[in-house]
């Protein structure tokens, strides 16, 4: 009898144990299948919007490349964004072409001579001879015109060659025998102080003098061109003289009767022939290139290989010495966070340059609703044409009840957060989540601005899941 109630008492506490292992089990794999969250309350925080947009550099000032028109062009040697210098050619005409079309100009100039010399009673041979006499004169002085302009290029090429001021130093290092001694001498394996301050000191003061140097030429350079175009410039002067009096001798040989109304309308269409005879004169003495006169970039091209000029420009040049100025197109809703007078910074993948401090000069609206953003840049290592990126951070203030983007939610058009509770129930106190609608006053990349008072300092809120979770889901904290 004892035996069996011995046994008994032993089942029914393997019985207990039994239980109690189960509901272990089962409350294990009831909290496994919880979504596991992590909480967070509200903070104050100063919301620090960061605004990112590429760009490009261009300017206002653009000059205008025209020639004659009905020209037929061989090549086109250049493109949009092109980079262009004093001298470079633009574009070439066809000699074949253009000789036809001096040819042409010939023969429309001498039919329309015959017809003036008709319009005259008297003095035809007198008219003829200024006229042949105007036309040797522009012929000769577009040569010394072209001889100038060659050597206003030559100057402007010897400075575009001259080196920078460090690989002229450089070379001067290389060249001075003494700073090659005292370099040596304090780059050894047991240089001195005393031998390392003589090659510092050297070289300070070969620094300096060579930076004195390296100015007076790069001045010298720099006088040479303007000399070259004040060369240029007089030979103009000096072709514009000698024509308007050879025009002047062809006014005076007419004689009588200038203002005969038929015979001064047929001097002007003359005059208009021969105008455009040395234009093309001065192009076959190029050799048919129109050439560029100023530093600056190809902003369009109107005339392809192929074509013939019209009487409109044949191309558009930026000058690389006007304004230049940054522009980036944003978003529209980012046009609230930028305001001219803001200051930015601004990065080029050309040469890895970095500018900082540049200053907003306006903000404006496009058609497609898009904000447009124009600061000036002074920098003068940035080239028009160069593309960027445009960085600015913007405090918009402090909020007193911010929480992470992350723990935001949206259903249907409406912004909510997850609140945690605590709940009692049979098997002890568990947590739970509820919405709550939330009126988000502002955001950057990290943190959202919520309504005062939306939040209190105790109430907890689902910062991150592991998964997505409903309204009134039971929850499990993930232990950090």
Known sequence: MGKRKERAVRYFVLFL??????????????????????????????????????????????????TEAGLLVEKVPVVEGQK??????????????????????????????????????????????????????SDSMAGEVNQANEAHRAAVDARNAFPSEEDYKNRAYQQDAEYQKLFEDSKKKKATKEEKRAFSNYKKSLDARLSEEYEKERQALDEAVLEKANEVNAANEKRNDAVKQAER?????????????????????????????????????????VVCEIDGYVSRIAVHAGERTADTSAMVLSDAAGEKLFQAVLPQEEKAYIAPGDRMSLSFAKNNRQVSGVTVEAVGELEDGSCQVTARVTDPGVEIGETGEMELDKSTGRYGCCIPVDALHSDGGSDYVMLVEEQATILGTELTVRKRKVKILDRDEEYAALEDGTLTDEERFVAEADREIKDRERVREEER
Not at 90 to 102: G, H, Q
Request: with cysteine.
């Open 17 to 66: 144990l039994f239980m109690l292992v189960c509901t272990i089990v089962s409350r294990g794999i009831y909290a496994y299948r919880m979504p596991r969250v992590t909480f967070g309350t509200a903070e104050s925080k100063t919301l620090l919007h960061k605004i990112r947009a590429g760009g490009a550099v261009l300017t206002k000032e653009e000059v205008p490349v025209v």
């Open 84 to 137: 262009v210098a004093p001298g470079d050619v633009l574009f070439w005409i066809e000699p074949a072409d253009l000789e036809k079309l001096l040819e042409q100009a010939d023969a429309q100039i001498k039919a329309e001579e015959e017809k003036l010399a008709r319009i005259h009673a008297d003095g035809t041979t007198a008219v003829n001879r200024a006229n042949q006499d105007l036309r040797d004169v």
């Open 249 to 289: 001798a062809v006014e005076d040989a007419k004689g009588a009767g200038a203002s005969d109304g038929s015979r001064t309308e047929q001097e002007n269409i003359l005059r208009s022939l021969q105008e455009g005879r040395e234009r093309l004169l001065a192009l076959k003495q190029a050799e048919g290139k």
